[in-house]
């Protein structure tokens, strides 16, 4: 963050030298340094050599013209360059519904010739703040994704998409622990990925070139999960007609991936351990010891220690497949993640509304990833000209109780409206949303665009 005694800039953009004398002098009794430009041309070159924190621009610039078109197409060449550029447009009433627009496109904010002194001060003090707060996010999300880029350069990520802080610890944890030898256990819910990772410490391991076979223990009937892991002789059970090959054996070199680690009979979980001790097993029906040597990660989305304590899992293999845990967390807490995972499993062809994002990032994803595919792969046949739709993925609205607390009802919009006199980038602060969703919620409540 910049100190506060650093300089703030505001560029001011006005065909009128007298306009651009009064904001300057205005700006300057709060200490904020003031460029001046009179011409769409002059600001642009301005903001291409010099760091400007805020834009304060007339909507025309030629005597002979009133339309504020002149005003439109500077914006639109600021967001162009300068997406991040926050810009707060001077406009006389005549020119009130396209600074309107502009605003719903991302402009700042707007105030009417003649300002109010005391109303504009607190407005740029008000954006400045946003504006170096915006800097700041703008900076986390490079470094973010700076570490992104070389954790994808250094490791094997098998095409791994995220963008949250708490799916970058786990890959990275993931990557960390993979060249090692020990145990690794991988925890969360169903649908979160907990494959994928294992997958990722298998690729980074030193047996990457060996198999990697996984095994779901929630899949098998519990008398068939010995026999699936070990092998089995011919008659060693009811329909076992001739012997057959264990996973252990099949992932020798290599990795055994045991999904649903706690579905494992008591029995299996005895022989599990001294292979993990050992490396030594026999098949079901024989008394010949076989050595394989196995890198074995497991994961489960059962709490483990309650099994424990009521006897369904042994204590000690516990500790012993639990010397590094990685912990995914449910996809509802990292819901950055959300957005470029749909992006990624719809490709090209497909697109999403606004609507559509904002209404994937709002469900709670019981389901996980799993789940978030599945509803993308619903939408995509149910679209209509290749644009995804929040009615296409049809998600269950949440209900209004748990919701009271986070989504502001009508009356405390029109309440925060009044308090900051009409100030959309204020009251969109005030309540926790952007620009363009206080927007939608002012169409849907039936608010004029303009209501203070």
Known sequence: ???????????????????????????????????????????????????????????????DTTSGEEGVALFRAIRERH????????????????????????????????????????????????????????????????????????????????GSEAMERVVELACKV???????????????????????VHANSAVRDGPFIAVNCGALPSELIEAELFGAEAGAYTGANRAREGRFDSADGGTLFLDEIGNLPLSGQIKLLRVL???????????????????????????????????????????????????????AERSDDILPMAEFFLGQDVQLADDAREALVDHDWPGNVRELRNALERARLLCSGGVIRAADLNLPQRSPAPRSSDEPDRD??????????????RSAQALGLSRQALYRRMERYGFAADAP
């Open 277 to 331: 001790e050992t490396g030594q097993f026999e098949r079901l029906g024989s008394s010949r010891t076989r050595q394989v040597k196995v890198r074995v990660l497991s994961a489960t989305n059962s709490d483990l220690p309650a099994m424990i304590a009521d006897g369904s899992f042994r204590q000690d293999l516990y500790y012993r497949l639990n010397l590094i845990e990685i912990a995914l967390p449910p996809l």
């Open 83 to 162: 997406p991040d550029m926050p810009v707060m447009l001077l406009t006389a009433w005549t020119h009130l519904e396209t600074a309107v627009e502009l605003v719903k496109a991302g402009a700042a904010d707007y105030l009417a010739k003649p300002w109010d002194d005391h109303k504009l001060l607190t407005t740029v003090e008000n954006l400045l703040e946003l504006s170096e707060t915006s800097r700041a996010m703008s900076r986390l999300q490079r470094e973010r994704r700076r570490r992104r880029e070389d954790l994808a350069r250094r490791y094997d990520l098998r095409g791994l998409v995220y």
């Open 178 to 200: 993979a060249r090692s030898e020990v145990p690794v256990l991988i925890t969360g819910p169903n649908g979160a990925g907990k494959e994928r990772i294992a997958q990722i």
């Open 1 to 63: 963050m910049r100190t506060r005694n650093a300089m703030r800039t505001v560029l001011i953009v006005d065909d009128n030298a007298a306009v651009r004398e009064a904001l300057s002098l205005l700006l300057s009794l709060r200490d904020i340094r003031t460029r001046t430009a009179s011409m769409p041309d002059e600001c642009l070159a301005l903001l291409a050599v010099e760091r400007v924190d805020l834009v304060i621009a007339d909507m025309n610039f030629s005597a």
């Open 412 to 425: 405390t919009i029109a309440a925060t409206l009044k308090a900051t006199g009409g100030n959309i980038s």
